[in-house]
């Protein structure tokens, strides 16, 4: 049996808790199209609630009460509605005695305040009989709505330095939204989302260095990184694969600026990075010229560049 001492300390074993159970759903790189039986498994889901607790597990030992793990998203009994990045999900109201609604409600309020994520089930498009997964936070809620508003994000985030939690039950209770830190790193998910969406849109679904075309291998990449200043804005980036993201940022390769050509680091080639392009003539759009050129002006790429003599 696991014990914690403390809220911030069980707020901590049960985001590592869902941060594992997160890692084994995608383990082949997706969670769509799963078997109900490894939603059951997993102890996700069970029941017909709306909004799951899992009351059963030792991991609730030393917790503030019912903190959400789930929500099942069916479209059917609520006119939810879910985009890409969002997720409005509405109370329950129910037949069922108000203290069951009420619990469920305050479930993943408790969820939010602890800064957890929360995972959204629904059912696949295709096979209707499958399941997909998403992750989410509750980045807020509106009690004269009687609604919740979700951000999905990919993967589970950092969580919130122990100062940010609360110490009791009591303080628990009184959390209210998510902990600054995590509220930060879930809009900055959703302006990179909107980033690559943008991206996307100009330049077409398909890395600009090769033929990968799978939206979801694809990033949408900063020319003059945020860091320094670089816009969120498609003329200021590239459709880019984790590979070629990755060479562009360690300098290994080198876009002219009107994109008539590429070159290549002391030891790299073309076909060693499997590049497929001599330039980016084939795009639909062109980046900012003034912004790859901006870019190279930088201390770290004129220190890269020097050595390719």
């Given at each position: 049996?696991?014990?914690?001492?403390?809220?911030?300390?069980?707020?901590?074993?049960?985001?590592?808790?869902?941060?594992?159970?997160?890692?084994?759903?995608?383990?082949?790189?997706?969670?769509?199209?799963?078997?109900?039986?490894?939603?059951?498994?997993?102890?996700?889901?069970?029941?017909?609630?709306?909004?799951?607790?899992?009351?059963?597990?030792?991991?609730?030992?030393?917790?503030?009460?019912?903190?959400?793990?789930?929500?099942?998203?069916?479209?059917?009994?609520?006119?939810?509605?879910?985009?890409?990045?969002?997720?409005?999900?509405?109370?329950?109201?129910?037949?069922?005695?108000?203290?069951?609604?009420?619990?469920?409600?305050?479930?993943?309020?408790?969820?939010?305040?602890?800064?957890?994520p929360l995972f959204i089930t629904s059912p696949n498009r295709l096979q209707k009989s499958r399941t997909?997964?998403?992750?989410?936070?509750?980045?807020?809620?509106?009690?004269?709505?009687?609604?919740?508003?979700?951000?999905?994000?990919?993967?589970?985030?950092?969580?919130?330095?122990?100062?940010?939690?609360?110490?009791?039950?009591?303080?628990?209770?009184?959390?209210?939204?998510?902990?600054?830190?995590?509220?930060?790193?879930?809009?900055?998910?959703?302006?990179?989302?909107?980033?690559?969406?943008?991206?996307?849109?100009?330049?077409?679904?398909?890395?600009?260095?090769?033929?990968?075309?799978?939206?979801?291998?694809?990033?949408?990449?900063?020319?003059?990184?945020?860091?320094?200043?670089?816009?969120?804005?498609?003329?200021?980036?590239?459709?880019?694969?984790?590979?070629?993201?990755?060479?562009?940022?360690?300098?290994?390769?080198?876009?002219?600026?009107?994109?008539?050509?590429?070159?290549?680091?002391?030891?790299?080639?073309?076909?060693?990075?499997?590049?497929?392009?001599?330039?980016?003539?084939?795009?639909?759009?062109?980046?900012?010229?003034?912004?790859?050129?901006?870019?190279?002006?930088?201390?770290?790429?004129?220190?890269?560049?020097?050595?390719?003599?």
């Open positions: 049996m696991i014990f914690f001492v403390g809220i911030a300390e069980w707020t901590q074993g049960e985001h590592r808790r869902r941060l594992e159970l997160w890692s084994a759903l995608t383990e082949t790189g997706t969670a769509e199209g799963l078997a109900p039986s490894t939603i059951r498994d997993m102890r996700l889901y069970a029941g017909q609630a709306g909004i799951f607790f899992d009351g059963d597990g030792s991991w609730n030992t030393g917790g503030p009460g019912r903190v959400a793990l789930t929500l099942k998203l069916t479209d059917k009994t609520y006119a939810d509605n879910a985009t890409d990045d969002q997720l409005d999900y509405h109370y329950p109201s129910t037949d069922r005695h108000p203290s069951f609604d009420r619990n469920e409600i305050a479930s993943v309020k408790r969820a939010q305040g602890l800064g957890l997909d997964v998403r992750l989410g936070y509750v980045d807020d809620y509106r009690d004269d709505e009687a609604m919740f508003f979700v951000t999905f994000v990919e993967s589970v985030l950092p969580l919130a330095t122990p100062d940010e939690l609360p110490a009791t039950d009591d303080d628990a209770a009184l959390f209210g939204g998510l902990p600054e830190q995590t509220l930060r790193l879930v809009q900055q998910r959703t302006q990179q989302r909107r980033f690559k969406t943008d991206v996307l849109n100009r330049y077409g679904e398909k890395c600009a260095l090769c033929d990968i075309t799978t939206p979801r291998l694809i990033q949408g990449a900063h020319l003059i990184p945020k860091s320094i200043g670089g816009a969120d804005d498609a003329l200021n980036g590239l459709p880019l694969c984790l590979n070629h993201h990755t060479a562009f940022d360690a300098f290994l390769l080198r876009i002219a600026p009107d994109c008539s050509g590429i070159t290549y680091a002391p030891g790299v080639s073309k076909s060693l990075l499997q590049v497929t392009h001599d330039d980016l003539t084939h795009l639909p759009a062109k980046p900012s010229a003034k912004a790859l050129s901006r870019f190279y002006r930088t201390d770290a790429a004129k220190a890269a560049f020097a050595t390719w003599v």
